[in-house]
């Protein structure tokens, strides 16, 4: 089994890990090694092919292997990178990396609206967290912000493409967990845009997913909309026998005293969910009598929603502070 | 008088059609490869002779051909790159106009080295008419048994189809090329894998440039050797330079690689000199490849001549240097703007960018909007270090080349012109007219260029 | 930078469409190009075909007949269909005058026979001729930066192109009156 060292600290993987996963062991192994764990935007394990697009989890490689110990001449997509024997794997440990990854975030923020106040996503927002963690104070951008209206794509999901970072995963989970894709990535460049083809409904039963997996406020649950913020709901384990045979009906309720405000997938630490639920589930069993209650959502990662959090400054807010304004 | 192994017989009556081109000594390479030589031979031509490819980044095409998996059972393919989209080149267009049989042959025998029964031609759109030429060719070759089942008796078979592609530079770059050919966006795959283990259809592939495949025809013919005897170092054979810009004669031209850069702008056999007025700058390689001044290109900073070769282009490095590039040469006087065509050369990658990856995505449009604030007298001194910073972080940090292709000719022109930057800052009213220095040339400070 | 124009989404006071015998025979043609299990390969150039066959533009009808012919996802012919520059989501004029204008060209005057263009038409850049005859455009290179400026109409090159030679050309095609599409052989 090859082994590699991330930011001096060294683990034993499977052939076939990426360097990503290699970190997440790490981050696993001992929750003191989270650092060296890279943020990703666009990667999703259960998810084929995704990854390499936000280049957010960008690390720098100082030792191929000990076959070819030669560093790799540009950083390299940690998610989309196998780990090699002997490979060294620089992160945090790397002043250019580090300030490469600062304008990577900084790309991604050009155009983004800052409308955190007002964004459903805001408290569990991994733009958020990336901007805290990496971002500048303020913006060196100084044009207008391209816009698109938000629009509905089926009964239940709301798409407001300015917030997007097209990361392609909602892409992928059309793609994948259903049969027949109805939306996708038109136009290119810097006006590539999320779209459905002309205004067709997203109806799946696995649609709602793309909810789930997007990293940002893009895709918005229309039934939680303006509900509550995220972190003045409570947050409990629950499951249903699903007649879904591809549904496991595990899921989280979002709870604001005995009322289903929402229901999600239930995310492990990466931000990730272990599997994926229906649109019954997901939509239309809001009453908790519908539920099997396991006991309150263990939440592990920096949020303001996670009580839990080992860094107790993280969890003040994790919204960009405000704009600084323009130079005259 | 050079010696011209791809366009001998470019302007010879009917060389167009097969029988033109056989009475001139066509496909050749196709009856001693598959007669006489057998693919490792063939392959071993290749690789003595040095050929790099020809598109741009200048690999060695031998090597990047002994790559090429080959597992059982699983078809291989050659594609040819004719996606000719490198602004200030149209050396492929030319070649493939006027002798579009040069590049069947070659695609015979490179796809007998590389065990490869399919290839494709993956042509611009833009390029709609020359698509029909290589459709017509095919199907003289096809007709006369040079495309089909065992060819010559040697029980190779082959077929060839072209495609066509839809206005997008990024294609150029081989895995958005497959993926466009396979009918999808352009957009470049992530890497690795590779082509060569996972191409077209997940199948082991070659991508190569129209010239590079041309090139093998010779290769075979007269022996790699031959072939490695042009040139200098490992720029071997000749290339084909497509000139441009300010030059008193433009077009393709057949060079021996070593040939001094200041004899190919100024001999009447090539670009007959800068018209009319001063040289300012040039691009040697096509617009990725970094823009130098007028002195650094006829010497290396270290005061030797500058040679066309893939080396000495780039002697230097970016401090001092150029590169080679894909032969997209072209040469800017006096009355011309750097900024102006800086920002051109970024609003042409802005336009052109995929979108998959958020640096280039993004930072693309960013610089395009710097760049036109400061050409149109609206910009900061801070703009152009937010520029420099712009194009840093977007170097390195992209899926493909494209990135690095955006940030090169920003880096190079602030590098050399920056005093010119600084004249639109100052001087915003002296460059509201958008030909502001055909009057008055902005004279650059001299300066010592660090190494 | 990209094309702001928007495409034409709706399908209200559009023609609609069907591909021609001659345009079927050409999709089979095509797609006979590619392993059978491959034939979306073809998309590419039958976007070409359908467009010729729908005025030089791609209506939404004009790309739901591709996605039939291919039996693919409408959704997959809308994402091509908009990210390649030569598609037109929207109707153009009979000549859709293309005129080079990156670095090569530019540096040979293609922003001086851009503007003769404009004055010479009354419109601007991206805008299309009230008679609905001329639509005029600036692209990205075309690879013909030796015979610059330059402008391509349909399937052909117009080259090397100083004031007066581009009226002429005005003045022929107008006198022609007949749509040149890139698929002319």
């Not at chain 2, 490695?228 to 170092?233: F, M, N, S, V």
Request: charge should be neutral; aromatic fraction near 8%.
């Amino acid at each position: 089994m090859p082994k590699v060292t991330i930011d001096n600290i060294e683990i034993e993987v499977p052939e076939g890990t990426t360097i990503l996963q290699a970190a997440r062991m790490i981050g696993e192994r001992n929750k003191a090694d989270r650092h060296v764990v890279p943020p990703a935007m666009c990667y999703y394990t259960s998810l084929k092919t995704s990854g390499g697009y936000c280049r957010t989890c960008i690390v720098k490689v100082s030792q191929g292997s000990t076959k070819d110990p030669r560093p790799m001449p540009k950083p390299v997509a940690s998610c989309r990178t196998n780990v090699m024997d002997g490979m060294v794997v620089q992160n945090t440990t790397s002043p250019e990396l580090l300030d490469a990854r600062k304008g990577v975030t900084e790309f991604l923020l050009i155009n983004h609206p800052l409308d955190c106040p007002i964004c459903d996503q805001a408290g569990e927002c991994h733009l958020q967290d990336l901007g805290y963690e990496h971002g500048a104070e303020g913006s060196r951008y100084e044009f207008e912000r391209r816009t698109f209206d938000p629009i509905d794509i089926g009964d239940t999901i709301k798409l407001h493409m300015t917030r997007c970072i097209l990361c392609y995963r909602c892409v992928k989970v059309a793609e994948q967990l259903t049969d027949g894709r109805v939306h996708g990535v038109i136009n290119r460049g810097d006006v590539s845009e999320i779209s459905t083809y002309i205004q067709q409904a997203v109806e799946n039963d696995f649609s709602g997913n793309m909810i789930d997996v997007c990293p940002v406020g893009a895709l918005t649950d229309k039934t939680f909309r303006f509900a509550s913020r995220v972190w003045y709901t409570k947050p409990v384990d629950a499951h249903r026998d699903c007649e879904n045979p591809k549904c496991t009906g595990k899921v989280v309720l979002w709870l604001k005293g005995n009322e289903v405000l929402r229901v999600t997938g239930r995310k492990d630490q990466w931000g990730e969910v272990e599997s994926f639920i229906c649109n019954t589930c997901r939509f239309d069993k809001k009453d908790v009598k519908h539920w099997t209650v396991e006991g309150p959502r263990h939440l592990d990662r920096h949020s303001v929603i996670a009580p839990t959090t080992t860094n107790s400054s993280r969890s003040r807010s994790s919204l960009p502070r405000p704009l600084r304004k323009a130079p005259p | 008088m050079a010696r011209k192994l791809l366009l001998e017989h470019d302007n010879k009556p009917g060389i167009q059609g097969l029988e033109g081109y056989r009475a001139n000594g066509g496909y050749r390479s196709v009856e001693k490869a598959l007669k006489t030589m057998g693919p490792e031979a063939v392959l071993e031509e290749v690789k003595k002779s040095g050929l790099r490819g020809r598109g741009g980044a200048g690999f060695p095409t031998g090597l990047k051909w002994s790559f090429m998996a080959k597992p059982p059972g699983v078809p291989r393919y050659l594609v040819v790159n004719a996606d000719e989209s490198e602004p200030g080149t149209f050396k492929d267009r030319y070649l493939m106009e006027r002798i579009p049989h040069i590049l069947i042959e070659g695609m015979i025998t490179s796809s007998f080295a590389l065990g490869a029964n399919v290839s494709y031609i993956y042509i611009r759109g833009e390029y709609f008419y020359i698509y029909r030429i290589l459709e017509r060719a095919i199907e003289e070759a096809r007709a006369a048994g040079w495309l089909g089942k065992n060819i010559l008796g040697s029980g190779f078979d082959h077929d060839i189809h072209v495609q066509v592609g839809a206005g997008a530079y990024i294609c150029g770059e081989e895995t958005a090329l497959l993926e466009s050919l396979e009918g999808k966006r352009g957009n470049p795959r992530i890497k690795p894998p590779f082509p060569a283990v996972k191409g077209l259809y997940g199948c082991p592939t070659v991508v190569n440039n129209v010239e590079t495949i041309a090139a093998v025809v010779p290769i075979v013919n007269d022996g790699g050797e031959e072939y490695a005897k042009i040139g200098i170092g490992k720029s071997t054979g000749t290339k084909l330079i497509s000139a441009g810009g300010n030059i008193n004669k433009p077009g393709v031209y057949e060079i021996d690689l070593g040939i001094t850069c200041e004899e190919f702008l100024n001999s009447d056999e090539w670009c007959g000199g800068v018209q009319g007025r001063a040289l300012k700058a040039l691009v040697p390689g096509g617009s990725s490849v970094p823009i130098i001044p007028a002195e650094l290109y006829f010497k290396t900073a270290a005061g030797e001549a500058r040679l066309m070769t893939y080396e000495s282009l780039s002697d230097g490095g970016f401090a001092t240097g150029s590169m080679l590039g894909s032969g997209g040469f072209y040469a800017y006087n006096d009355a011309q703007c750097i900024v102006r065509s800086t920002w051109n050369h970024t609003r042409f990658y802005a336009h052109e960018s995929c979108g998959q990856c958020s640096p280039c995505r993004e930072g693309t449009g960013w610089m395009e909007k710097v760049l036109h604030r400061i050409e149109n007298g609206e910009g900061r001194l801070e703009d152009i270090d937010l520029l420099w910073d712009i194009q840093r972080k977007i170097e390195g940090n992209t899926i493909c080349p494209l990135g690095d292709a955006a940030a090169w000719p920003v880096a190079s022109a602030i590098r050399h012109f920056r005093d010119e930057f600084e004249f639109h800052v100052y001087h915003p009213q002296k460059v509201k007219d958008p030909k502001h220095f055909e009057k008055t040339p902005f004279v650059r400070k001299p300066k010592t260029v660090a190494a | 930078m990209a094309s702001t124009i928007k495409a034409v989404t709706t399908t209200e006071g559009v023609a609609p469409f069907r591909f021609s015998e001659a345009g079927l025979a050409e999709c089979r043609r095509l797609i006979a190009r590619y392993p059978a299990e491959q034939s979306k390969s073809a998309l590419l150039p039958i976007l070409h075909v359908a467009q010729s066959e729908n005025d030089g533009w791609l209506s939404v009808y004009a790309m739901d007949a591709v996605a039939e012919v291919l039996g693919i996802q409408r959704i997959e012919v809308f994402e091509v269909a908009s990210f390649y520059s030569m598609y037109n989501l929207h109707p153009v004029g009979t000549y859709h005058l293309e005129v080079c204008r990156t670095t090569p060209c530019m540096l040979r005057g293609a922003d001086d026979l851009m503007a003769h263009l404009e004055k010479r038409l009354g419109i601007h850049v991206g805008e299309t001729t009230k008679d609905g005859m001329f639509t005029l455009k600036g692209v990205e290179c075309l690879g013909s930066c030796g015979t610059a400026p330059m402008l391509q109409c349909g399937a052909k090159y117009h080259e090397n192109l100083t004031p007066e030679r581009a009226d002429s050309l005005i003045e022929q095609l107008r006198a022609e009156n007949k749509r040149q599409n890139y698929t002319d052989q």
